[in-house]
Nanobody
């Protein structure tokens, strides 16, 4: 059974940075494209960044140039480096599987607890 544990969130001022981590277990991590999703209060969850098994990265337009997704297949961990944070980045951030083709979600049947990111203006 897949288990996803996100960490690294917090409260930062606009313009600040955070690095999120997600440890995955119960899966063959290196065969899955992985993604970071976020859900702001009152809004639907959205995919913001994905990384394929070969390391190709894709981003939603609103975070391009500010966020960087990476993965460590030895540690079964996916990261999200977030720079130049804006108040509109405030959300709970989750990791999960992503589509192997194009930019899209292809999630496992369950989600982790997520990690809260709050950006103050």
């Amino acid at each position: 059974q897949v288990q996803l544990v996100e960490s690294g969130g917090g409260l930062v001022q606009a313009g600040g940075s955070l690095r999120l981590s997600c440890l995955a277990s119960g899966i063959r991590f290196n065969i899955y494209a992985m993604g970071w999703y976020r859900q702001a209060s009152g809004k639907q969850r959205e995919l913001v960044a994905s990384i394929t098994t070969s390391g190709r990265t894709m981003y939603v337009d609103s975070v391009k140039g500010r966020f960087t997704i990476s993965r460590d297949n030895v540690k079964n961990t996916v990261y999200l480096e977030m720079n130049s944070l804006k108040p509109e980045d405030t959300a709970v951030y989750y990791c999960n599987a992503a589509s192997l083709v194009g930019f899209g979600s292809a999630t496992f049947g369950s989600w982790g607890q997520g990690t809260q990111v709050t950006v103050s203006s």
